[in-house]
């Protein structure tokens, strides 16, 4: 062998090397969380809850428009007034065809969020918002169906604020899982965005 199919075969051997590194490092990583990534198609699911008006909404009901959803409650002192602002301030921008797309509180909240509670709460937002509570049972369901999390935390004086996952969720007019929803932009940029899911 001579000198120069030596190098040939060290460089060879060498590039090798680096990729079985590679994988092995692309196997740790994606690994290490221990469970898959879900598939968007299975974010999000059937339910059969209430709004606040106390009547049954399904996911069946809002087939026809998109809508967005996100999990919340009303004693939430900041992450979930901000939320329901942003999006108010998106429906406004539409104008008349903010009747075009729903826009859904689900409550993780259900000892306090009566309908009657989300009602009153949401009285200060855009009124195409909708509040959804119910069974707590069935609440859990959907929210595990989303892959959120929410959890009690007991608050100094007897009292409990909820802890819980954040995200605004967009999914398409056949109920189609889209994607997360961004609302840290404009809101006219948030409601151009929306219009493409009409
Ligand atoms: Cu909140």
Same mark, same amino acid.
């Given at each position: 062998?001579?000198?120069?199919?030596?190098?040939?075969?060290?460089?060879?051997?060498?590039?090798?090397?680096?990729?079985?590194?590679?994988?092995?490092? =692309? !196997?740790?990583?994606? +690994?290490?969380?221990?469970?898959?990534?879900? $598939?968007?198609?299975?974010?999000?699911? %059937?339910? &059969?809850?209430?709004?606040?008006?106390?009547?049954?909404?399904?996911?069946?009901?809002?087939?026809?428009?998109?809508?967005?959803?996100?999990?919340?409650?009303?004693?939430?002192?900041?992450?979930?007034?901000?939320?329901?602002?942003?999006?108010?301030? =998106? !429906?406004?921008?539409? +104008?008349?065809?903010?009747?075009?797309?729903? $826009?859904?509180?689900?409550?993780?909240? %259900?000892? &306090?969020?009566?309908?009657?509670?989300?009602?009153?709460?949401?009285?200060?937002?855009?009124?195409?918002?909708?509040?959804?509570?119910?069974?707590?049972?069935?609440?859990?369901?959907?929210?595990?169906?989303?892959?959120?999390?929410?959890?009690?935390?007991? !608050?100094?004086?007897?009292?409990?604020?909820?802890?819980?996952?954040?995200?605004?969720?967009?999914?398409?007019?056949?109920?189609?899982?889209?994607?997360?929803?961004?609302?840290?932009?404009?809101?006219?940029?948030?409601?151009?965005?929306?219009?493409?899911?009409?």
């Amino acid at each position: 062998m001579n000198s120069r199919a030596i190098r040939i075969l060290l460089v060879l051997s060498a590039f090798l090397a680096g990729l079985v590194l590679c994988f092995t490092v =692309v !196997l740790i990583v994606t +690994g290490r969380s221990g469970v898959p990534i879900a $598939a968007p198609s299975a974010i999000g699911g %059937p339910f &059969r809850l209430t709004d606040q008006n106390g009547n049954t909404i399904t996911d069946q009901n809002l087939k026809g428009h998109p809508f967005l959803v996100f999990f919340g409650f009303t004693h939430c002192p900041d992450v979930c007034p901000a939320a329901l602002f942003d999006i108010s301030e =998106v !429906l406004n921008k539409l +104008g008349p065809d903010a009747e075009k797309v729903n $826009a859904l509180m689900v409550t993780v909240d %259900p000892e &306090r969020d009566t309908p009657e509670a989300l009602k009153e709460y949401l009285s200060s937002f855009n009124p195409r918002l909708i509040g959804v509570g119910g069974d707590p049972d069935a609440l859990a369901a959907v929210a595990k169906a989303y892959r959120v999390y929410y959890k009690k935390v007991p !608050l100094k004086d007897g009292d409990y604020t909820r802890d819980h996952t954040a995200i605004v969720y967009l999914r398409g007019k056949n109920g189609n899982f889209v994607s997360p929803f961004n609302l840290k932009r404009r809101p006219e940029d948030s409601a151009a965005d929306l219009r493409r899911y009409f």
